[in-house]
């Protein structure tokens, strides 16, 4: 038989694969992401300019089944400004069109190469890494946050930064070190005593310790470590409080904690609840066990302190918590479960 007219056309049937969790952490060169600014002066410390003092951020990201990750297409924003790497090129460093940044055109890794605090800029900044990884073939999409620490510095003015040789734990990364770096006003300090806490619950082997080591025993999934920095073992005063989240990719089972509410930021009479659940990391699948006991906190990021919690697998952020004295911030929420 004849026809008048032919067509056609197509469509891809995708075959799902092996459901597999990609982990994105940044691995660090020893130096905060911290800046302080003399409100009278405008000097800034620590010298970005100096080479000595500039930081670098690494991206990392590590399967959950253990498979090869191939990183490309990398991005970085900078307060909201896609940075553009268009500049001269040295040793695999390039150069950004503000002079502020170079990348490593191989890794991805970022470079602050100049003074980011001013005396208009005394709040944080936040860089934003955006990748596209590749794994057994298949494309996925990845995005993390970068927050810099800036703020006013004086005499008596602390900030106490975590760094960790790795935040991701795996089969064959069975350990990290936690290192703490006390700062008193522009400059290091050195002569202080720590004491150590699993969220809110004392480590007290590890007081008295500027740096500890971190295995994957101590680790459920996700864990929150929390130090404490005083003058002297004797003080009850902590001079500044900080935070590190250490993750454990090779753990059976992963809490996932997600945005439930259709609203995803928080404002007046607008608040974001955010729900939890567990993950079979081999699976994919959710995995609810028969008897939970969740314990969620909203985190003050600049102290780590709890500001409010729920004894349930989830829990409302509203302006009370994000506005305080004045100003609005972001927070955490960290989200815990013990389960048979």
């Known amino acids: 038989m004849a026809y008048d007219y032919s067509a056609q056309n197509s469509i891809t049937i995708k075959r799902l694969r092996a ?18 600014v003399d409100a009278e002066s405008g000097v800034v410390s620590p010298d970005w300019t100096k080479a000595a003092n500039q930081p670098i951020r690494t991206p990392k990201v590590i399967s ?5 990750v191939a990183l ?24 950004d069109s503000t002079g502020k940044f170079q990348m490593n055109t191989t890794t991805g890794a970022i470079k ?3 003074n980011l605090a001013s005396k208009t800029n005394i709040a944080g900044d936040t860089l934003i890494y955006s990748c ?10 990845l995005t993390k946050d970068l927050p810099i620490v ?7 003015s602390y900030y106490l930064a975590i760094l960790a040789t790795t935040e991701q734990l795996t089969s064959k990364i069975t350990s990290t ?16 005593y720590v004491k150590w806490y699993k969220d809110t619950a004392a480590w007290a082997d590890k007081n ?17 470590f929390i130090a404490e920095v005083y003058k002297s073992s004797s003080d009850s005063q902590p001079l500044a409080r900080s935070g590190i989240r250490i993750i454990d990719t090779a753990d059976e089972f992963q809490v996932v904690c997600y945005i439930s509410s259709a609203n995803k930021e928080v404002d007046t009479g607008s608040p974001v609840t955010v729900s939890a659940k567990i993950v079979n990391m081999t699976t994919g699948a959710t995995y609810s066990p028969s008897s939970a006991a969740w314990t969620m906190n909203i985190m003050d990021k600049e102290n780590w302190k709890s500001l409010k919690s729920s004894s349930t697998n989830s829990i409302s952020v509203t302006t009370t918590e994000t506005d305080r004295n004045g100003n609005l911030y972001d927070v955490d929420v960290v989200a815990e479960c013990n389960f048979n």
């Open 19 to 36: 459901n597999d969790s990609l982990t994105l952490s940044f691995d660090n060169n020893g130096i905060p992401l911290f800046q302080g």
């Open 64 to 68: 959950s089944h253990g498979l090869a």
């Open 72 to 95: 490309s297409n990398h991005t970085w924003t900078y307060n909201g400004v896609a940075l553009k790497f268009s500049g001269a090129e040295s040793s695999g460093w390039k150069a």
């Open 112 to 114: 602050i190469i100049s």
């Open 132 to 141: 596209v990884a590749t794994v057994a073939g298949v494309e996925y999409n």
């Open 150 to 156: 800036i703020q006013n510095i004086g005499a008596s």
């Open 177 to 192: 070190s936690l290192q703490t770096k006390l700062y008193l006003g522009a400059n290091e300090a050195s002569d202080y």
């Open 208 to 224: 008295g310790q500027k740096t500890i080591t971190v295995g994957r025993g101590d680790v459920d999934g996700t864990q929150l």
